[in-house]
């Protein structure tokens, strides 16, 4: 299989070698994609092998990113992968979710079931994978918390160093904890998500150490393998809609690419649109696409939200993400902190649950039903980033009526549960059950 690196600038288009180590095109500056001839393929061949991967016993089969490694061939020798049995969510259907949101059906695809909680270990076992590959011993991330917590499980499992730097301040301890106890040398930087990139891509170079963000091409393909296994278990009936948050636009550049080449490959009949939500105060997505230009695209400098995987000013992936919204027919909607932790709380009600940057699919679909961009019988399956447990303390302030936004107001605990003191009393505690 010829694999190889190639800037996505469709003016550039300029070719490099799989094997180095660039995240941006040297010729343009563009961003860089994996690119794969995939001449030879039957879909139908390749659909009853990886359903009968499902069965094996194989580390690499039981992995639901390398389970369909088919589609991202960039490795000369699987024995650099190293997986945790990565992938394998679940479709999980939520009644009171899509009566909320305005739907008749509503489908999460839930990435918090992923080993160490979030949709990034299906990135970041490839990412993982390139870096053992190319003999780095370290590797490092910029993170407000999921990826770093990934890229340190990964790391160690795979034998690599994981260094980590984090805007001071500005992430969940539940995060936190997990880079840590993974081994992680962690940094916390007195800057925001954004500068600390830019400070990170300069030691990279200077140290030579192996830079895991998702500007990083190996990541998006891994990532590819969430709608590949959405597909799947679809039983490749695409929905009309796929939803899903916006930070880094990381996963919907991944999305629209797998859904490009399983298209052309006809593993599907068509493409669905994407949706993606961005946090009204970390949105330059969104007022990009409202008028998009090449030469427009202005960063937030100070973004804000309490979502904090989400809290991106400055998203890399912006021109991948644009192209696969357009490609795909899809929208950008934008929320309010008020709604995203309403949303957080519909999910729960459901017995699903999810971080908070999860829950702006929700109330982007809420909005979008509204204003009749939605459909209410649309088939929609909306991604649900994050495990519940990835920022317990917003949760704990949303049902005690604490939670304060990002300027300092407190937001309604609309659906609230607050628990309740009692005394030690058995007819007390009965009055009080009814």
Known sequence: MHAELVCFESACRAAYPITEVIYNCPKCGGLLEASYDFSGYDAGALKRAWRERRMSNTPLDQSGVWRYREMFPFLDSLEHAVTLREGNTPLLDAPRAAGYGGLERLTFKHQGFNPTGSFKDNGMTAGAAQARRLGMKRVACVSTGNTSASMAAYASAGGLQPVIFIPHGNISYGKLAQALEYGAQTLQVEANFDQILKLVRVLAERLGIYLLNS?????????????????????WNPPDWIVVPGGNLGNVSAF???LRELSSLGFIPRIPKLAVVQA?????????????????FVPVDHPATLATAIK??????????WSEITMSGGVVEKVSEQEIADAKAIVGLCGIGCEPASAATLAGIRKLTASRVMDADANVVAVLTGNVLKDPDYIYQYHTGKLQDPSGNVLQSTFGNRPAVVSNSADRIIALLG
């Open 312 to 321: 991106i000013g400055d998203p890399v992936s912006w021109p991948k993400a």
């Open 215 to 235: 500007i990083n091409p190996f990541r998006i393909e891994g990532q590819k393998s969430i709608i590949i296994e959405m597909m799947d278990q679809l039983d």
């Open 256 to 258: 629209g690419k797998a």
């Open 280 to 296: 009204e105060g970390a949105a330059p997505f969104h007022e990009f696409m409202r008028h998009p230009a090449a030469d427009r």
